[in-house]
C-alpha cells in the first residue's frame, strides 16, 4: 500500500476538458494511456497527440449541418480515451453506446442520439449487422485501413482544428441511463461539468502525476469517465485499462501498471473477493477505491484483505444531486449534503420528508416503512437534460426540485444511508435496467400471458431481477424451455435475465386492470401465490426455489446487513 501521492488540486482550476487535454501535450512522461489487450503504452504527450490526430479526423469526416455526434461502441480500449479527448479538443460530442444493449435497443440508441459517425472494432460489428439507420461511416479502430486513415493527421496539434469552439457549456458527452418509463434516456454532460467533477475528485483524493487510475470498469458507464478518467486528466494522473473487467485479472493488472486509484460499481467488489485468496494480497500499490454500492460488510473485508481504503460515493451521472463522503461517517452511510446543499428523503406520492431511520444494533434499520424514501435535491442542481426528452427531464425535476429515482433513508445524525432503486427501475451489477424493456421482451415466451419484471434486493448491493408470471397452462412452466427463450433474444442484456421467476395463474390488477407491482415486490422471493423457481447464478439451469433455499437467502442478507429491505 503506498504513501500518499502529490495532488493536481494546486492548480488553478479549467474551465473545460479541452484544456485538461492540452496541459499533456509537451508532457512526456511514461505511462499516460497504458492496456494489454490490444497493447498500448503511451505518453502523456503521445496520448494528447493522438488525440489531436483524431479530433482533426473529426473535423474532415463529420458531415456539414450534422449534429457532431460520435457513437463509442468499444471496450476498454486505448481507443476509447483518445476519442473521449478527441471529442472534447474539437467540441464534438461523444455518444457512449452500451454492446450489452442488441437489436432494436442498439439501433434506438443510435438513431436517437443522431449519430454522424460511428467509432467501434471488429468484435462489436456482428451487433450491427442488419440494424436500421445506421451513419453513413463506420470506423474499425482494429480495422487494417484505420492506421492509414489516420496516418495523414498524426502532425496535427490540439487545438488547431475544431469542429465548434470546446466552450465550457458545450456538450460533450452523453451517456444513457434507463428511467421507470423504460426508454433510456442520455444525459447531457458538459464539458465545465466534467472538467469541474474532475478536478473536485483530484482535490478531494489528492490524487496527481504520481498515480495510476485503474478503469476496469465500462467507459460508456458515467462511472469511468467522470469518476476515473476526468481526475487523471484534471491531476495530470496516467491511466491504465483493462478490455473488460476480470476479477481474476484484477491484482495482476494493479501490480503490472502500479495502479493506485480505480474506481468500482455495483458488485464489482464482490467478485473480487470471490477470487481466492493468496498471503500476498495486501502487496499491491493500491491506496483508494472509489465507488457505489459495495456494502459496508464487503467494503471491510476488502480493506482487510487487500490493504486498500474504499470510498463509497453517490453522484448521479445526472449530476442533480450528490452526497460527501467523510471518514467520520457509520457503516453503512453514504455521505451527507455539502454545505449550502438541501437535500432530503421524501415521500414520493406526497413530497412529504420522511421521518429520520431508527438504528439498531450493527446498524440495522428499525423503521423501514416509515423512514425510506425517495432522494431529492431542493436547491440548486447541476442537472444540464436529456438529450431531445424535455418530458423526462420536466419528470426529473417537477415542482422545481430534482427527483433522483433512488431509495434512501437518513438516520437522526443527518447521514444519507442508500436503500435501492424507485418505481420499476433495477440496479444489477452497477448498471440500470427498465422494466418495461425486459417486460417486454417476456411477452413474446409462447406459454406467457402475461409478464411482470420487478427488483428485489440484491444480498449484497443493488437489486436482483424479478419477474411474474401468468401462464396460458397454469402450472405448466418448463424451466429449460423459459431459459432457452431468454437465449434466444437478440435484444435482452446479458444481466436481464430474470434471476427469480413467480408462476402465477392470474396476474394481481387494480380496479383499472393495472399490474399491482407494489405487491409482487413486497412479496419478493417468499410467500405470495404461486411457485418461485431461481437460478442460484447466472447461466444455472433454474429450479424451484425451497425453504432450504429461502433460509440460505435470509442467512446472506442478515450478514449483509440488508434483510429489512427485503418486503419494503
Not at 436529456?386 to 437522526?412: C, H, I, Q, S, V
Not at 409462447?446 to 402450472?475: H, I, T
Not at 402465477?504 to 404461486?530: C, D, H, Q, S, W
Amino acid at each position: 500500500m503506498s504513501a500518499s501521492r502529490s495532488s493536481g488540486g494546486d492548480r488553478a482550476p479549467v474551465r473545460t476538458i479541452a484544456e485538461l487535454v492540452r496541459a499533456r501535450w509537451g508532457d512526456h512522461r511514461a505511462g499516460g494511456l497504458r492496456c494489454r489487450e490490444p497493447h498500448a503504452d503511451l505518453t502523456h504527450h503521445a496520448a494528447a497527440a493522438g488525440a489531436a490526430a483524431r479530433a482533426a479526423l473529426l473535423a474532415d469526416l463529420l458531415p456539414r449541418g450534422a449534429e457532431p455526434h460520435v457513437g463509442l461502441l468499444l471496450d476498454n480500449t486505448a481507443e476509447y480515451p483518445l476519442w473521449l479527448a478527441a471529442a472534447a479538443l474539437s467540441g464534438a460530442t461523444a455518444v457512449g453506446l452500451n454492446p450489452t444493449r442488441r437489436g432494436a435497443e442498439l439501433a434506438r440508441d443510435i438513431g436517437h442520439t443522431e449519430c454522424a459517425l460511428l467509432v467501434t472494432e471488429r468484435a462489436h460489428l456482428p451487433l450491427l449487422d442488419g440494424l436500421p439507420g445506421l451513419p453513413a461511416r463506420t470506423l474499425v479502430t482494429d480495422g487494417p485501413a484505420y492506421a492509414a486513415l489516420l496516418a495523414p493527421y498524426e502532425d496535427a496539434v490540439p487545438g488547431e482544428t475544431v469542429v465548434r469552439p470546446p466552450e465550457p457549456g458545450r456538450r460533450m458527452l452523453l451517456t444513457f441511463t434507463s428511467g421507470s418509463t423504460g426508454a433510456p434516456k442520455a444525459v447531457i454532460v458538459s464539458q465545465g461539468r466534467l472538467a469541474a467533477a474532475g478536478q473536485a475528485l483530484a482535490r478531494q483524493f489528492g490524487t496527481g502525476p504520481d498515480d495510476v487510475h485503474y478503469l476496469c470498469m465500462p467507459l460508456f458507464h458515467g462511472n469511468a469517465v467522470i469518476a476515473g478518467w476526468a481526475p487523471a486528466l484534471a491531476g495530470g494522473a496516467g491511466v491504465a485499462l483493462r478490455r473488460r473487467f476480470s476479477a481474476s485479472g484484477f491484482l495482476p493488472d494493479v501490480r503490472t501498471f502500479g495502479a493506485t486509484y480505480f474506481t468500482y460499481v455495483g458488485r464489482a467488489v464482490q467478485y473480487l473477493l470471490d477470487t481466492p485468496a493468496r498471503p500476498g494480497d495486501a502487496r499491491n500499490p493500491l491506496r483508494l477505491g472509489f465507488g457505489t454500492e459495495a456494502g459496508p460488510v464487503d467494503a471491510g473485508r476488502f480493506t482487510a484483505r487487500f490493504g486498500v481504503r474504499l470510498v463509497e460515493g453517490y453522484g448521479s451521472s445526472e449530476g442533480g444531486a450528490a452526497l460527501r463522503h467523510s471518514d467520520a461517517a457509520p457503516p453503512g452511510a453514504v455521505g451527507r449534503a455539502g454545505p449550502g446543499e438541501d437535500l432530503a428523503v421524501v415521500d414520493p406520492e406526497t413530497g412529504k420528508e420522511r421521518p429520520r431511520a431508527r438504528l439498531g444494533p450493527r446498524g440495522r434499520l428499525l423503521n423501514p416503512g416509515e423512514a425510506i424514501g425517495e432522494l431529492v435535491n431542493r436547491g440548486r442542481t447541476l442537472f444540464e437534460g436529456y438529450w431531445k426528452n424535455e418530458e423526462a427531464a420536466a419528470a426529473r425535476t417537477r415542482a422545481g426540485w430534482y427527483w433522483t429515482g433512488d431509495l434512501f433513508f437518513r438516520d437522526e445524525d443527518g447521514w444519507f444511508h442508500f436503500a435501492g432503486r424507485a418505481d420499476d427501475r433495477l440496479r444489477v451489477d452497477g448498471e440500470n435496467l427498465a422494466a418495461a424493456v425486459v417486460e417486454n421482451i417476456l411477452a413474446r415466451f409462447p406459454a406467457a400471458r402475461s409478464a411482470a419484471v420487478y427488483a428485489v434486493p440484491d444480498p449484497v448491493s443493488g437489486d436482483q431481477v424479478m419477474a411474474a408470471l401468468a401462464l396460458e397452462e397454469p402450472g405448466a412452466f418448463a424451466p429449460d424451455a423459459f431459459a432457452a427463450f431468454l437465449a434466444a433474444q437478440p435484444d435482452l442484456s446479458t444481466k436481464a435475465a430474470p434471476r427469480f421467476v413467480r408462476v402465477l395463474a392470474r396476474m394481481p390488477v387494480t380496479a383499472t386492470n393495472k399490474i399491482r407491482r407494489g405487491e409482487l415486490r413486497r412479496a419478493g422471493f417468499r410467500g405470495g401465490e404461486g411457485q418461485v423457481w431461481w437460478t442460484p447464478e447466472r447461466g444455472a439451469p433454474y429450479r424451484r426455489l425451497t425453504d432450504g433455499d429461502v433460509v440460505a437467502l435470509l442467512a446472506r442478507y442478515r450478514e449483509q446487513g440488508r434483510e429489512e429491505l427485503l418486503g419494503r
